[in-house]
């Protein structure tokens, strides 16, 4: 069949584009339809979304015949089938407790977007189900820099970055002292994922030692739902009415991180999922490596001219300009430096710098760097002195 008729909605790519987020709002859809009642509707709608891309005779017909891809292989998905995104086409949304599994969390939400053709997502989605990690910064940014004064801006991001959660009284009074601007749709109760409930009837949340938002709680286990903030614990009830369920680390990795405490569910706030993903997590590494740099003894502006990109920094005459990127899918970095290629220098943090091959292999004339590479550059810029 010639191009003309069939048109771009029968390139493959286009096709697979189309699946993944659809396939991630009704997984999404089917974990919460006890609690909503129309998710099973959503579940029916991305099946339609699902059919269309698959074209008549072939993939799932019914919404549970969509569910039970679902826990299986996305490469299963005939539109999938054989692509050359062998990441997303390894990813399992459904695990057998039905719940998202930590690669829904980390890998498909990058890939989710507004699904063509259908209707908005309903209130109840999280915006990472739905909108484009991008659509979610922009949206963020463009309430913090009402105004366009850089100081209050730089100022209110970085609040957000550093005080994700907390207790709603706290929150409120440092919002009113320092006169940042809150998040827009401000600050949600704890998501229910992420609550632990004691036999007594309290209910406990604990902050991720690296990011500061509430970490996923499953059965005993809790841990952040990023998972290069690597921590895991297990959690013991706690033994007296007077004290709090505690928890102790099982995972092998860096011993330095403070152990987090149990805070009460009620009257505590955070804020939404999709701008911890899009805009908390990034920016910790932002300020991390901003911090760092500036032991070495650089000055380092923070997202200079309204967000033009990450890091403005000055070491004796010279001056670099970097933009961070964190994402769990090289793939998907990759199609994103494409289709807007960077004005700035990329640097890949520490969690990421096994990424730095595979993106000079794809993208030959990108200026990227690592951050351990970075710093030894600006160390050396500063010995010149
Ligand atoms: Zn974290």
């Not at 390894?90 to 890939?111: I, K, M, N, W």
């Not at 680390?249 to 505590?268: F, H, M, N």
């Not at 932002?286 to 502006?301: I, N, P, Q, Y």
């Amino acid at each position: 069949m010639t191009r003309w008729l069939t048109g771009a909605r029968d390139d493959p790519a286009e096709r697979a584009h189309r699946v993944v987020p659809a396939a991630l709002r009704a997984a999404y859809a089917w974990t919460v339809r006890h609690e909503h009642h129309d998710a099973m509707r959503e579940v029916a709608r991305m099946t339609g979304v699902v059919m269309e891309a698959h074209g008549p005779g072939h993939g799932p017909t019914t919404p549970i015949g969509l569910i039970s891809c679902l826990r299986r292989r996305l490469g299963l998905l005939p539109a999938l089938a054989g692509g050359r995104n062998t990441e997303i086409s390894q990813v399992v949304l459904l695990g057998s407790d039905d719940r998202l599994t930590p690669d829904a969390y980390d890998l498909a939400c990058e890939y989710a977007l507004p699904v063509h053709g259908a209707p908005d997502a309903p209130q109840w989605m999280p915006t990472w189900t739905w909108m484009h990690a991008d659509q979610i910064r922009r949206h963020t940014f463009k309430t913090l820099m009402d105004g366009r004064d850089q100081e209050r801006y730089v100022a209110s991001r970085r609040f957000l970055v550093e005080n994700p959660a907390g207790l709603r009284s706290e929150l409120g009074e440092l919002i009113a002292e320092s006169g940042v601007r809150p998040p827009p749709r401000g600050y949600t109760a704890i998501p229910s994922g992420h609550v632990h409930r004691s036999p007594d009837g309290r209910s406990w949340w604990w902050p991720c030692a690296v990011c500061h938002w509430p970490m996923a709680v499953a059965g005993t286990t809790v841990r952040c739902r990023h998972r290069p903030h690597s921590a895991v614990y297990r959690l013991t009830e706690a033994t007296t009415a007077a004290s709090r369920p505690s928890l102790s680390r099982i995972d092998e990795g860096r011993p330095r991180l403070a152990r987090p405490v149990a805070r009460p569910t009620a009257d505590s706030l955070c804020v939404d999922s999709g701008i911890w993903r899009s805009v908390v997590v990034p920016g910790v590494s932002e300020l991390r490596v901003k911090r760092s740099l500036e032991e070495l003894g650089a000055t380092v502006e923070l997202w200079p001219r309204l967000d033009r990109y990450d890091l403005h920094v000055r070491a004796a005459d010279e001056e670099f300009t970097v933009d961070l990127k964190e994402y769990h899918s090289a793939h998907r970095l990759i199609a994103d430096l494409r289709s807007r290629p960077p004005e700035v220098r990329i640097l890949l943090p520490k969690t990421h710098e096994h990424q730095l091959e595979t993106l000079r292999t794809a993208l030959p004339s990108l200026r990227v760097t690592t951050e351990t590479k970075f710093c030894t550059e600006v160390r050396r810029a500063l010995r010149t002195v």
